[in-house]
């Protein structure tokens, strides 16, 4: 795992954005790992300017999103298709048959979190995976004492995300979807390789415990600590409990790999 620290949010998605650009200029089919929350929509925007202002091409790029909720039809307006259809899919010359989410709507929920395994493994697994962490410490909809095995499959939400996602739906917490689909921990450690982002001083603690702390189930982001590829961007305000800093930004300082974003 490494940590990069940038000065705000501005510049911590700005760098997420210019890393996912770089790996799919690299490699045109790339299969992408997406997520939405507030924290995604600056990358996202900064994406669609690189494909309006340099051309970045989408047409053969195959994407996953992590979690979709239970109930909601893709054109609801909170439904986490027309979150990626408005702030990402429609605005770049991406093919919508190739954008995939988990289908709230399946009757039988099991067969469908099987079919998006399935998907995954048929497109040659995820090569970069995009995530934000959740103040339970979540990645995807993995909450609290998810197993660090699982798949994709159907979730009930704490209380604590169903309060952090409210604002989504006009701050009603009963207009929250109590369940989702969600790629498992498992599906997430199997991406080539991981890029999480976190901003703001609201994520600061479960920042520290994620990166710094023991890897615990408890907290589904910390079994990052496990994977091979994985890079935490944070602001200055979520790193504001981390002890190692000081180390973190030597690395980057110096680690040639990194010389582009400085
Ligand atoms: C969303 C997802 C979640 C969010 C996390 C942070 O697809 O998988 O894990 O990344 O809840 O959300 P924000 O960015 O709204 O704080």
Not at 31 to 43: D, I, N, P, Q, Y
Not at 204 to 218: D, F, H, L, R
Request: charged residues 25%; proline residues 4%.
């Amino acid at each position: 795992m490494e940590v990069i620290i940038r000065p705000d949010e501005a510049a911590a998605s700005h760098l997420v954005a210019r890393l996912i650009a770089r790996e799919l200029r690299a490699r045109p089919q790339l299969v992408l790992g997406l997520a939405t929350g507030r924290t995604m929509e600056h990358v996202y925007e900064h994406l669609c300017r690189f494909h309006r202002e340099e051309g970045l091409d989408f047409s053969l790029c195959r994407t996953f999103n992590l979690d979709e909720y239970i109930g909601l039809s893709p054109d609801d307006r909170q439904s986490y298709r027309f979150y990626m259809n408005e702030r990402l899919f429609n605005r770049v010359n991406i093919d919508l048959r190739n954008t995939h989410l988990p289908n709230g709507l399946a009757v039988d929920l099991k067969a469908e979190c099987q079919h998006y395994e399935d998907l995954i493994r048929d497109c040659g697994g995820i090569d970069l995976q995009l995530l934000g962490i959740g103040r339970s410490g979540h990645i995807g909809f993995n909450e609290p004492l998810s197993a660090l095995r699982s798949r994709t499959r159907d979730k009930a939400l704490t209380p604590d995300t169903i309060e952090q996602n409210a604002p989504m739906f006009g701050g009603d917490i009963s207009r929250v979807p109590r369940r989702a689909i969600t790629m498992g921990v498992g599906t997430i450690m199997e991406s080539e390789r991981c890029i999480v982002l976190a901003t703001g001083a609201s994520k600061a603690k479960i920042v520290a415990q994620a990166v710094e702390g023991p890897i615990t189930s408890m907290i589904t982001a910390s079994a990052l600590q496990l994977h091979g590829r994985c890079t935490v961007v944070v602001d200055e305000p979520a790193a504001a409990k981390l002890k190692g800093t000081e180390y973190y930004r030597w690395i980057f300082d110096n680690e040639p790999g990194w010389q582009e974003f400085r």
